[in-house]
Nanobody, 124 residues
Framework: QVQLVESGGGLVQAGGSLRLSCAASGRTFRSDAMGWFRQAPGKEREFVAAITWSHGTYYADSVKGRFTISRDNAKNTVYLQMNSLKPEDTAVYYC??????????????????WGQGTQVTVSS
């Protein structure tokens, strides 16, 4: 059974940092792109960052320069380092996986597997 499990969320003050992890199991994901999305209350799920199987990285403009996505294929894990957090970063963060590339990386409906989400709350 394929599973993605996020961890590392929590409450942090504005300007602080958090590191999210997404551990995949059930099969190897080294050939998949891995993405991070987030959803705030009353809003649609939005793209945050993605990393391709070849370690190419892509970011939403709102997080560029503050967030860093990385992956460790040996551990079947993808990470999201979040620095200089702002209250508007508050959301449930989800990781996702699919064998996709290009513009599809930013589209949640193109992903095949999803985690259950982890809450990130940034206080002002």
């Amino acid at each position: 059974q394929v599973q993605l499990v996020e961890s590392g969320g929590g409450l942090v003050q504005a300007g602080g940092s958090l590191r999210l992890s997404c551990a995949a199991s059930g099969r190897t994901f080294r050939s998949d792109a891995m993405g991070w999305f987030r959803q705030a209350p009353g809003k649609e799920r939005e793209f945050v960052a993605a990393i391709t199987w070849s370690h190419g990285t892509y970011y939403a403009d709102s997080v560029k320069g503050r967030f860093t996505i990385s992956r460790d294929n040996a551990k079947n894990t993808v990470y999201l380092q979040m620095n200089s957090l702002k209250p508007e970063d508050t959301a449930v963060y989800y990781c996702a996986a699919a064998q996709i590339w290009g513009p599809a990386l930013a589209k949640p409906d193109k992903y095949d597997y999803w985690g259950q989400g982890t809450q990130v709350t940034v206080s002002s």
